[in-house]
């Protein structure tokens, strides 16, 4: 049996046999006589006060389960700086290019930002992409963005930044709660969970199904015969359970698997993606506070490329298998009243290889046989401080890595078996330092000022190390040679709260990312990955939320001058925007809730001019958009409810090579039924 499948089983097994009694939903459990009630949360230890000093936004529910297209990455978008690396949305992109990142710090298609969900790390162990529709927003009960370096206690990768996305447990879901929906193409959307208090813990099963036929990402003055529109299906299933350990620690499990088949622009240019991750936690909150997590995760991608002129299948990426594992250990011992210390190791290790073949585009015939793999490691030890000193927060931390990068090659032979090119790379290992300080004043009850500074640090992907790719007729190569992506930035700002009801915050800040990973022109229609010198991002974002009676407003605006410092690789490279980058980025979003169970909201988002390439040539119009959610009560348990997608029709570019066009998701109604007990 494989280790994942043997973690998942164990996990399962624990979640069932744990010893729980039945009880009602949210009777507490009460021990020693009567005088402790055993608490279980199913989250992790509690947030400290060294939030205060970055800039954060924190998503909570109500926004969540409201998003215009029912997805994650829609309720990401919200906040001003959030990026992938293509426009697409998870049902009409490539899985491998749904890399992540923020404020403008792209580039290419692996994430920069670290994305936690109940503190496991997403990102696929081969190509560093978020497997986004395996995250059902509906399963999701709150979202913190940390945007800045800063990987201390997080772990390695948070480059330009944090999410962290926590799972909703009974209290959110209630005991059945369900929706079926339809839009105007005849596409469907099923989710479902079932939650149940058990003793003094609970346990939840949740499930997600989603398919269609698809829009026609094509133009309609570049399609042909073998123009496909992008059909989707995907589902996922999750299972997750918590139950007390004594009077101030409990164990929580958590089982999620998923599948995603996708087609892109032709007939037969099929992509799938899989997954099956398991992960246990210990938490206790007793006087030495313990988090103690381990995870695993076994994926898998495929990929069928179309030759865009004859329309016959040029590369057949077949099977690509990783495994991450990794896991988490802190220690926040009692330090006294004015500090807040925590110490901690993480470890995370990746490993995978791709198994691919390419054909003639004119024969079919078999041309090459191609496997690429190896495996990256990463060891990390921290400890940080938070100090109250009167209306002034101190914190600082230190972070030590040692990264490995291991078995890393690349062979291709020929159809008889023939040697056409060979690469074993050396293994290199390193150890590096990072560190993150900032300070929080509260001026007075309403207003709070903040500065921080920090550096972070980013394996290459074994996708980024040893996959060459092709879109056609663009191919990009690979490079064993990559090094570690480096981060150093500062940033302050001030956060404005008069009351409940009024909410502003204001961040400028200055990042800089050394070694930082591009695909780089070399010629028309040749590119590598190659370590630039850096790049370089300033800029303000801001956010308003506001609260008056029954309507809420909520809005976030970036403005961001990002740049390639290009010096000493290609002078034509110099000051351009990285790929992929807007300048601009806004979010608004006006919420009306005219009675009990009633939301009316519409969203209103605004993206810059991007770019295709590094050189500039290929640009992506601004896109600006208008998307809606309506819930209508029926009884108590129904609801009917009604999503729009891009209300006016704008087409939005979100590929452009050469003049080859792909459009994002245009005008779109779902309509369907909600039911809660």
């Known amino acids: 049996m494989k280790p994942a499948l ?16 039945a009880q009602e939903p949210g009777e507490p459990v009460e021990v020693d006589a009567g005088r402790q009630v055993i608490v279980v949360t199913g989250e992790g230890l509690s947030r400290l006060p060294s939030s205060a000093a970055y800039s954060s936004v924190d998503i909570e529910r109500a926004a969540i389960v409201s998003a215009p297209s029912g997805r994650i990455e829609d309720v990401l978008q919200n906040v001003a700086g959030f990026q992938q690396f293509r426009r697409s949305d998870s049902r009409s992109s490539n899985p491998s290019a749904q890399g992540v990142t923020l404020r403008a710090l792209g580039g290419n298609a692996s994430s920069r930002a670290l994305v936690l ?18 995250i059902a927003p509906e399963q999701v ?35 059945l709660d369900a929706s079926l929906l339809a839009n105007d193409r005849g596409e469907t959307e099923v989710s479902a969970s079932l939650s149940q208090d058990l003793g003094a813990g609970f346990g939840v099963i949740s499930g997600r199904w989603d398919r269609g036929k698809g829009f026609h990402t094509t133009p309609m003055d570049q399609r042909v015969p073998a123009t496909a529109r992008a059909a989707f299906e995907s589902w996922s299933v999750g299972l997750r359970g918590a139950a007390p350990i004594g009077d101030a620690a409990e164990l929580q499990a958590r089982v999620l698997l998923f599948r995603d088949d996708r087609t892109l622009r032709f007939e037969g240019a099929d992509s799938s993606s899989e997954g099956q991750d398991a992960s246990i936690r210990f938490v206790s909150r007793g006087a030495w506070q313990v988090d103690a997590l ?28 990783s495994t991450g594992l990794g896991g988490k250990l802190e220690l926040r011992p009692p330090a006294g009243a004015s500090h807040n210390l925590r110490l901690g190791l993480d470890y995370r290790r990746s490993n995978g290889e791709l198994q691919e073949e390419a054909y003639s585009a004119f024969s079919g015939n078999l041309t090459e046989r191609r496997r690429a793999g190896g495996t990256t490691s990463d060891l990390g030890f921290y400890i940080e401080d938070d100090f109250q000193v009167s209306e002034v927060m101190l914190t600082g931390g230190l972070r030590a890595d040692r990264t490995s990068i291991l078995d890393g090659f690349y062979r291709s032979v020929g159809a008889g078996g023939a040697l056409v090119d060979e690469i074993a790379a050396p293994d290199r290992s390193d150890w590096s330092l990072s560190w993150r300080a900032g300070i929080a004043w509260k001026a007075n009850g309403a207003l709070r000022v903040r500065a921080a500074a920090y550096t972070g640090e980013r394996l290459p992907t074994l996708n980024e190390l040893y996959r060459p790719f092709v879109v056609f007729p663009v191919v990009t190569q690979a490079n064993a040679d990559l090094e570690n992506e480096k981060l150093v930035g500062f940033e302050a700002g001030l956060d404005f709260t008069p009351s409940d009801a009024l909410h502003f915050s204001l961040s400028v800040f200055d990042n800089r990312v050394k ?41 976030s605006v970036s403005l961001t001058d990002a740049t390639i410092d290009g010096a000493g690789t290609s002078a034509e490279l110099d000051g351009n925007l990285p790929p992929q980058v807007p300048r601009w980025t806004g979010s608004a979003t006006l919420g009306w809730r005219p009675a009990p169970g009633w939301e009316l909201a519409a969203t209103l988002r605004h993206v810059g001019e991007q770019f295709e390439d590094d050189v500039e040539t290929d640009r992506l119009s601004p896109a600006t958009t208008i998307g809606a959610f309506i819930r209508i009560p029926i009884t108590d348990r129904y609801a009917f409810m009604i999503r729009g997608e891009n209300l006016t029709g704008e087409n939005i570019v979100t590929r452009n090579a050469g003049g080859s066009i792909d459009l994002g998701t245009p005008r779109t109604f779902w309509a369907g039924l909600r039911y809660g007990i």
């Open 117 to 134: 969900l109940d503190g496991v790390p997403m990102m696929d162990p081969f190509f560093g992409y978020v497997p986004l529709s395996a």
């Open 294 to 321: 381990a995870y695993v995760q076994a994926r898998n991608f495929s990929n069928v490329v179309i030759h865009s002129t004859r329309f016959t299948r040029v590369l057949d990426q077949r099977n690509t298998p």
């Open 6 to 21: 043997r973690l998942t089983a164990f996990v399962s097994t624990s979640c069932l046999t744990m010893p729980l009694a």
């Open 141 to 175: 009960a709150r979202i913190r963005i940390t945007r800045g370096g800063g990987s201390g206690p997080f772990g390695s990768g948070a480059l330009a930044g944090t999410i962290e996305l926590d799972s909703a447990g009974v209290g959110e879901l209630g005991p």
């Open 515 to 555: 070694e930082a990973i591009a695909n780089v022109t070399l010629a028309p229609n040749l590119r590598q990955r190659q370590n630039l010198p850096a790049i370089d991002a300033r800029g303000v974002e801001a956010s308003l939320a506001a609260s008056l009676g029954q309507v809420r407003f909520d809005g």
